[in-house]
C-alpha cells in the first residue's frame, strides 16, 4: 500500500523539476525575456555541458564488475521486445518505416532516467535504488544510444540511395579533351564545363 509519505516523497521530488520547465516555457512563450539566439545558447549549453557531465558523474560510480545481472537480462529482454513489436508493426502498417521504429524504441525504452528518474526512484524506493538506475542509465549511454545511432545512419543511408541530394541534383559535369595536331601532344589541354539544369 502506498502512503502519503510516499506521495509527499514523490511531488517533493517532482514539483521542483517541473516548476523550472514551466517558468522556463512561461518565460519564453508569453514574457518574451529570452531571445530565440539566447534560447539556441542555453539549449547548447545544456546538450554540451551539463548532460554529459551528469552522465559522467553517474556512469563513473558504476562498478562494472559488480552490475546487476538480473537488471542487465531484463533491461536487454524490455528492449528486445519493444524493438520486434514495432518492427512488426510496421512491417504491418502501409507507412511504416524504419524511422517509426527507431522513434518508437527511443520514446518506449528509453525514459528520462537521468534528469526524472533519479530523483524519482531516490524518493520511492531509497537509496538502495540509486545503484541500480546507476547501471541502466550506463547502459543506455553504452549500449543503446549507439544502437540508435547506427539505426539512424542506416535510416540516412536508405534515403540517400532511393532519393538524390539536392545538392547534386540538376548538375551536370563534362571533361572535355582538345587535343589539337598543331599542339604538342604531350601538353593536352583540358577544359572542364559545368552545365546547371
Known amino acids: 500500500m ?7 516523497h514523490v511531488v517533493a521530488a517532482t514539483v521542483p523539476l517541473y516548476f523550472a520547465m514551466i517558468l522556463a516555457y512561461i518565460s519564453v512563450r508569453w514574457w ?5 539566439d539566447q534560447c539556441a545558447g542555453i539549449n547548447k549549453f545544456v546538450a554540451k555541458f551539463s548532460i554529459p557531465l551528469l552522465s559522467f558523474q553517474v556512469i563513473s560510480s558504476i562498478n562494472p564488475y559488480k552490475m546487476n545481472l538480473k537488471l542487465i537480462f531484463a533491461d536487454f529482454l524490455q528492449k528486445l521486445l519493444a524493438l520486434l513489436v514495432l518492427t512488426a508493426l510496421a512491417k504491418i502498417s502501409s507507412r511504416g518505416r524504419l524511422d517509426w521504429i527507431i522513434t518508437g524504441l527511443s520514446l518506449s525504452t528509453l525514459p ?3 534528469i526524472l528518474g533519479l530523483p524519482l526512484l531516490r524518493a520511492m524506493y531509497g537509496a538502495e535504488a540509486e545503484p541500480l538506475l546507476s547501471q541502466i542509465v550506463g547502459l543506455q549511454s553504452l549500449i543503446w544510444y549507439n544502437l540508435l545511432l547506427f539505426l539512424f545512419e542506416l535510416n540516412a543511408t536508405k534515403e540517400a540511395t532511393v532519393a538524390p541530394s539536392s545538392e547534386t541534383t540538376g548538375i551536370c559535369v563534362s571533361f572535355i579533351n582538345n587535343n589539337d595536331t598543331n599542339t604538342n601532344p604531350k601538353h593536352e589541354q583540358h577544359q572542364m564545363h559545368i552545365d546547371h539544369y
Not at 502506498?2 to 509527499?8: E, G, H, L, N
Request: proline fraction near 7%; avoid cysteine.
Open 112 to 114: 528520462n532516467t537521468l
Open 2 to 8: 502506498i502512503s502519503t509519505a510516499d506521495v509527499y
Open 32 to 36: 518574451k525575456l529570452f531571445t530565440p
